[in-house]
């Protein structure tokens, strides 16, 4: 059997990557693919543990009072929970021909490990390459969608749909992320990476994406 395709989505917390991912999925299952769509943090047991650390539900002791986990501690956490997800979860499916579509991957721990680094480490040179080198195992994505889109524009959705502030969602490490995912491809010169700016519409953006998807399939578009 042909495995499937192997998509993860990423960009700023804002950018669309979770709303894109659920229709990216539906559009492929409307034409007739086999696909499944998933997350990380993933929905296993590390993963609930790190979501509950993200939302400050969950906090370590500490000299001071409680306070989250450090950048390492986040780092090794995350790449716990990628191999956790990638062997219960995405190699199974790809195995039996389904294309799984995620909802982040792990050039997002590269991204905010880096980003929150303690200042005047080499955030973007031993950082960066600690946390690659911790991930090192985890399947490689045939395609990775970056969504492009301004800190400020990100900020501004997040406050609209509500949602519980993040350890995360400070403004300032937003633009450092933000700078990182423009510049993604020098990390990752041997991926098959693309961008696409999700500042349009929800319909633009989503036929962008498939458009890409479509391509890597091998279909002309």
């Not at 911790?134 to 959705?157: C, F, G, H, M, Q």
């Amino acid at each position: 059997m042909i495995e499937g395709l192997f998509i993860a989505l990423e960009g700023v917390d804002g950018a669309g990557t979770t709303t894109h991912t659920k229709g990216l999925a539906a559009s492929l299952a409307g034409r007739g693919l086999p696909v499944h769509g998933t997350r990380e943090p993933s929905d296993g047991p590390i993963g609930v543990m790190i979501r509950q650390i993200l939302t400050g539900r969950l906090v370590v002791p500490g000299m001071n009072g409680p306070r989250p986990p450090t950048w390492k501690t986040m780092a090794l956490l995350f790449a716990a929970d990628r191999a956790d997800h990638v062997e219960a979860e995405i190699e199974p499916n790809l195995r039996d021909g389904v294309t799984v579509i995620s909802d982040r991957y792990y050039h997002s721990s590269i991204a905010y490990q880096s980003a929150t680094a303690p200042e005047g480490s080499d955030r973007r040179g031993d950082v960066a390459r600690w946390v690659r080198e911790i991930n090192r195992y985890a399947r490689r994505p045939d395609l990775t969608i970056v969504l492009d889109v301004s800190p400020e524009v990100a900020a501004k959705r997040r406050a609209e749909r509500s949602k519980t502030s993040e350890i995360y969602d400070d403004l300032d490490l937003q633009r450092e992320l933000s700078r990182f995912y423009k510049e993604i491809d020098a990390f990752f010169p041997d991926e098959r990476i693309v961008h696409v700016d999700s500042s349009g519409s929800r319909e633009d953006v989503a036929a962008e994406i498939l458009a890409h998807v479509r391509r890597a399939r091998g279909e002309k578009v």
